[in-house]
């Protein structure tokens, strides 16, 4: 008998019981709907970070205080940037187009009896051109208001929304904790980013207001810098780098006490974080599968008792028992191949919409759909093998006896 | 002379070890020619379904020797004897045996698979069997949807498909009324007049053994006797 024969029978058996085969193979569906779903709505989670990161260029370098960003984060203890390291690195370091102080803190902003709580972002006018931010309406401050912490401030389109109600902002008057703030400029949407961070949820304000008023000290939360010339970002690192260990009093042999990281390396380290959780997932999705697999080796041993007499039937009228067997493996096969086909449906349709909802690109991955199925196949054949070894193992004569 | 087409010498067939051991066969020597319409008859116990198994080659004998085609089956290991019914024996059940929710021309079908005949022959060759049993145009039907004697008749169609040497039938009346019982045994006796085809048959009716040329009567695991039936029933008129 050739193999084709045996797939038609099995498709045949599993049309006769379509119910039973759909609720067999429901495990198999639902772990390869979940494994497929979860790698690439992760996939997605990842590129969109590192697209995020990228579009900012790849000439930025962006300095925190303490080793790590990313998981087994450690700042804790490192002291923060003084306003005169950023005038340190603009006068020593050669080659810099610009270096951007940023310091933030969470505030509760009120405008026309309405209140928000938001991220105020203490920066210099560079901050604009260096994070790619374009302006809608107004302006952004100047440099007379930045030297003199001015209490000005240029705000997101989020907080148009939810405190002018959609109105111009422009020129009106928020209240910061204890002061009150001229709105002279607003950002065009830059509009949700990955974990559905919203990035025009954000005040930005001179440093020095942001010091003087908010914060109470001269500490800069982190520092951005752009390079001048992409070539220069290595030479450029290891001034940056030395200048700090000098300006942070680090001994000779001791570890920074702050990171160096460019943007490829930071897009690295987030997306490491939700590579993390995508393997993770994965994993528990790929349990399911194995208990899917269960599930078929369970309803195939059922199915090996309840059609003994057919069985019979077969060996009588001069089927071997490799072909029995083979009918079985080839039916336990094409009801997991096709459950892992429904799943690949199925997860695709979910990956699409939860990439829209996730707001993450949505990345057809050819890889784990054809691993997918052909594990969903592995499982047909592993699971599949022991029932079907015992029906082609069956004496005719107690077959065709059996009620 | 010519070599039978089966012929048992002293064949036994013993069930269990020891005290409780049951001997079904105590020494069976039965030789079948082609072409021959026997009855197998006994009360229940006396080795008639243990026999046919053996002749079906779906049982081994404990000892003596089967020659089938003066091939000593004993020899022969599971999936050899597999091969031989698939291509020499024909069954037909009691129980009619066909796979349920699975049309008659699909249960006809079945052994052509086996045998690995591709999809038009195997069309072509179980239509023409399902006519020869008088079904023609019944083929869509599942075995739910057709009487006991249309049942046994697929099934004698499935068993003939083939063009086996020899058709094996065991109690095929057993689960007919009499009308059904005795279109079954025309239709039998039909095809071993018609087309030589050898028949053996268990039964314990006489009237359905009548049909036979040949009766064999086994008592306890033996041949208690061994008669011709010079005047079988349900021959034409013309011959008798």
């Known amino acids: 008998m050739m193999l084709w024969n045996a797939v038609l029978l099995a498709l045949r058996e599993i049309r006769r019981n379509l119910m039973r085969s759909f609720l067999t193979v429901l495990g198999i569906v639902i772990g390869v709907s979940a494994v497929i779903t979860m790698v690439t709505l992760g996939n997605g989670a990842t590129r969109s970070v590192s697209d995020q990161i990228a579009s900012l260029g790849s000439n930025l370098l962006i300095i925190r205080p303490g080793q790590h960003l990313g998981p087994g984060r450690d700042s804790a203890g490192a002291a923060a940037f003084r306003t005169a390291d950023v005038e340190a690195l603009r006068s020593q370091v050669a080659g810099l187009a610009a270096v951007v102080p940023v310091s933030s803190k969470s505030v509760t902003l009120v405008a026309m009896s309405r209140n928000w709580s938001s991220g105020v972002t203490g920066t210099s006018r560079d901050w604009f051109a260096t994070g790619k931010w374009q302006v809608a309406a107004g302006r952004i401050f100047n440099e007379a208001e930045e030297r003199a912490g001015a209490a000005v401030c240029v705000i997101g389109d989020t907080l148009r929304r939810e405190l002018f109600g959609g109105q111009d902002p422009v020129g009106r008057q928020v209240r910061v904790k204890q002061f009150s703030c001229e709105v002279i400029g607003l950002l065009a949407s830059k509009g949700q980013s990955t974990m559905g961070n919203d990035q025009d949820d954000l005040v930005v304000m001179p440093l020095r207001t942001v010091q003087r008023r908010l914060t109470g000290s001269v500490d800069v939360g982190s520092l951005m810098i752009s390079v001048r010339d992409d070539g220069a970002m290595d030479a450029a690192k290891e001034q940056i780098t030395w200048l700090m260990r000098e300006r942070r009093h680090i001994g000779p042999g001791d570890n920074d006490d702050f990171s160096v990281m460019d943007t490829r390396q930071i897009a690295e380290t987030l997306s490491g974080t939700t590579r993390v959780m995508t393997g993770l997932l994965g994993a528990v999705a790929a349990v399911s599968l194995l208990v899917g697999g269960i599930g078929i080796m369970n309803i195939m041993l059922v199915s090996v008792t309840e059609r003994t007499r057919e069985i019979g039937i077969r060996l009588a009228i001069g089927a071997l028992e490799r072909e029995v067997l083979l009918q079985f493996l080839v039916e336990a096969v094409a009801l997991a191949s096709l459950g892992g086909l429904v799943g690949i449906v199925l997860a695709t349709l979910a990956s699409m919409g939860g990439a829209a909802l996730m707001h993450v690109p949505y990345l057809f991955n050819p890889g784990i759909n054809l691993l997918s199925f052909g594990f969903s196949a592995a499982i047909g054949v592993v699971f599949g093998y022991v029932p079907a070894q015992r029906a082609a193992r069956l004496d005719p004569i107690e077959a065709l006896r059996h009620e | ?240």
């Open chain 2, 1 to 240: 002379m010519s070599v039978p087409l089966i012929a048992l010498t002293g064949v036994t067939r013993r069930f269990g070890d020891g005290p409780a051991a049951f001997q079904a066969l105590r020494g069976v020597d039965l030789s079948i020619e082609e072409g021959e319409f026997v009855a197998i008859m006994g009360p229940s116990g006396s080795g008639k379904s243990s026999l046919m198994n053996i002749l079906g080659c779906l049982d081994t004998p404990s000892g003596g020797s089967y020659r089938f085609r003066g091939l000593a089956v004993e020899a022969l290991d599971r999936d050899q004897r597999a091969r031989l019914r698939r291509h020499a024996l024909g069954f037909v059940f009691q129980g009619f045996n066909l796979l349920a929710r699975t049309s008659a021309q699909e249960n006809v079908e079945l052994p052509l698979l086996y045998r690995g005949e591709g999809n038009e022959r195997r069309h072509q060759l179980a239509r023409a069997a399902l006519a020869s049993v008088g079904l023609e145009g019944w083929g869509h039907h599942t075995p739910a949807e057709l009487s006991g004697g249309q049942q046994q008749r697929v099934a004698i169609a499935r068993a003939l498909v083939t063009g086996p040497s020899l058709l094996l039938a065991d109690e095929p009346t057993g689960n007919l009324d009499t009308a059904r019982s005795h279109e079954i045994m025309a239709l039998l006796t039909g095809l071993n007049r018609d087309k030589g085809l050898t028949v053996v048959m268990v039964t314990h009716e006489a009237d359905m053994a009548a049909y036979a040329r040949r009766i064999v009567r086994l008592v306890d695991g033996l041949i208690a006797s061994d008669t011709r039936n010079d005047a079988p029933a349900g021959q034409p008129e013309s011959t008798s």
